[in-house]
């Protein structure tokens, strides 16, 4: 795929995302994605056959790149207390950003276009994050800077809170205070 190719495809991803994130996996149309990206249909399908197709991709992009930070990080051997106030900040103010939310899309998704086995692609997702968030806090136990945990409690919390506040504040409201809070535990949790 050529340069122009490329820059179409990231542009049909950037503006799905956002498209995605407002009116959740089920009610975005590939018609939709052409108004917003303006792109013809034929154009659209040259790149993508399906929002599913564009979706997925989507939730693979955003889970290696989280993966690929962490991890170019942890090999440069940046201190672990300033890469878990890093994420957590982010993460902070992403639960507080309903706006910008795919929970509620990836919870339709993947419970309408998944076995429910462990072949689920979610669920091996869920592993992804589940050891890249128990090597990290490994790297942190071992540099010093962490308090030695249970680390497979300490990934659940992180993990299960993150996305939980992320599906309900797309729902609801959610007080500011809760991610403050969370955040604040996390780190009381782990940091020395």
Same mark, same amino acid.
């Given at each position: 795929?050529?340069?122009?190719?490329?820059?179409?495809?990231?542009?049909?991803?950037?503006?799905?995302?956002?498209?995605?994130?407002?009116?959740?996996?089920?009610?975005?149309?590939?018609?939709?994605?052409?108004?917003?990206?303006?792109?013809?249909?034929?154009?659209?399908?040259?790149?993508?056959?399906?929002?599913?197709?564009?979706?997925?991709?989507?939730?693979?992009?955003? %889970?290696?790149? $989280?993966?690929?930070?962490? /991890?170019? &990080? !942890?090999?440069?051997?940046?201190?672990?207390?300033? *890469?878990?106030?890093?994420?957590?900040?982010?993460?902070?103010?992403?639960?507080?950003?309903?706006?910008?939310?795919?929970?509620?899309?990836?919870?339709?998704?993947?419970?309408?276009?998944?076995?429910?086995?462990?072949?689920? %692609?979610?669920? $091996?997702?869920?592993?992804? /994050?589940? &050891? !890249?968030?128990?090597?990290?806090?490994?790297?942190? *136990?071992?540099?010093g800077e962490f308090k030695?945990?249970?680390?497979?409690?300490?990934?659940?919390?992180?993990?299960?809170?993150?996305?939980?506040?992320?599906?309900?504040?797309?729902?609801?409201?959610?007080?500011?205070?809760?991610?403050?809070?969370?955040?604040?535990?996390?780190?009381?949790?782990?940091?020395?």
């Amino acid at each position: 795929m050529g340069k122009k190719g490329a820059e179409t495809q990231k542009l049909i991803l950037e503006k799905s995302m956002s498209l995605f994130a407002q009116k959740g996996f089920k009610n975005v149309t590939m018609k939709d994605i052409c108004i917003e990206t303006g792109l013809s249909r034929g154009g659209l399908y040259r790149h993508y056959g399906s929002t599913h197709q564009i979706f997925s991709e989507i939730v693979a992009y955003l %889970m290696n790149a $989280q993966d690929t930070e962490l /991890s170019e &990080k !942890m090999e440069r051997g940046y201190p672990a207390a300033k *890469i878990l106030n890093d994420i957590l900040e982010r993460y902070k103010t992403e639960m507080l950003d309903s706006s910008a939310s795919l929970s509620a899309a990836i919870y339709e998704f993947y419970s309408e276009n998944q076995p429910d086995t462990k072949d689920n %692609m979610l669920y $091996q997702q869920y592993v992804s /994050s589940k &050891k !890249m968030w128990a090597n990290f806090i490994t790297y942190g *136990i071992e540099r010093g800077e962490f308090k030695k945990v249970d680390i497979e409690e300490m990934v659940d919390t992180i993990i299960f809170s993150y996305q939980g506040v992320r599906m309900f504040s797309t729902i609801l409201p959610i007080d500011e205070q809760i991610p403050k809070r969370i955040i604040s535990h996390i780190r009381k949790s782990l940091l020395i």
